[in-house]
């Protein structure tokens, strides 16, 4: 039955998007590492491999999503009809069979990236990733810089495009920011850098070998914690632990709701 507090129609249409979460959720992980967890928690990553139940979010940081996907779609579409992408559009890329000569790698990496653009004067390949951002205010809580202050990439978005640059083979390129409230942009150009590859590469495959073990892998207690959605679990695991309730990692975030 319809809640008679809020208009019908914005019932329907967070309706989807709830229903649109709980799908999500539902889906067996696909046994890859990707790009975009690159920066994310080891122990998260843990969680996400073995199947674990993610916290619920708010409806407002599911519309968020959307809006975010919205825009990324847009400008993907911008792009193209500009003329200056290489190929018809980003597609899904799978690990190589080695890493610069260095490993063999015996993990799974799969990722989808946003566009390779071709530049206008010398021809040369520029892999892009699109980020679009929301103009906070600097109150220093949050993780999300006011724009005036995005000077640089955030790391996890270096990352990203760090391994995406391993994968493709493209080395240079840009992380595209889209201001969501003035779509004003910042391009940030990126050149492939082999130690940040290198870390990531040895991050993954050390949290391979605990999910391969089914060792639970080890607090880690300088990451970020209040925007994990593995939260509850990882709170739970660490009284186990420890026998701590972690109440000075494990502060309440925003978009965490009880239902």
């Not at 491999?49 to 809006?67: C, H």
């Not at 004003?184 to 999910?211: A, H, L, M, P, T």
């Not at 089914?214 to 695991?237: A, R, S």
Request: a neutral charge; charged letters at 25%.
């Amino acid at each position: 039955m319809l809640n008679t507090d809020t208009h019908w129609l914005e019932q329907a249409l967070d309706a989807y998007l709830k229903n649109k979460a709980l799908q999500n959720a539902a889906r067996k992980h696909d046994g890859y590492f990707h790009p975009s967890q690159a920066g994310k928690c080891p122990r998260y990553l843990w969680y996400e491999f073995k199947g674990y139940q993610k916290d619920p979010v708010s409806i407002f940081s599911q519309r968020a999503f959307e809006e975010g996907n919205a825009l990324h779609n847009l400008f993907e579409r911008i792009f193209k009809d500009a003329g200056i992408v290489y190929g018809n559009e980003g597609g899904v890329i799978e690990s190589p069979e080695n890493l610069f000569n260095k490993f063999k790698l015996d993990i799974p990496i799969r990722g989808t990236f946003d566009s390779i653009v071709i530049h206008p004067y010398d021809k040369s390949l520029y892999l892009v990733e699109f980020k679009s951002h929301k103009d906070v205010k600097d109150n220093g809580n949050s993780y999300s810089k006011p724009w005036n202050k995005l000077d640089s990439p955030y790391m996890d978005h270096i990352y990203q495009w760090q391994l995406y640059s391993f994968l493709t083979g493209v080395m240079k390129g840009v992380i595209f920011y889209i201001n969501k409230n003035t779509l004003q942009y910042k391009i940030f150009e990126q050149e492939q850098d082999k130690d940040i590859i290198y870390d990531i590469i040895e991050k993954f495959e050390d949290i391979y070998k605990y999910v391969k073990e089914n060792k639970l892998y080890p607090f880690q207690p300088n990451e970020n914690h209040v925007w994990c959605l593995y939260k509850n679990q990882c709170q739970f695991d660490y009284l186990k632990e420890t026998g701590d309730d972690g109440k000075q990692f494990f502060k309440r975030s925003i978009h965490i709701t009880n239902g």
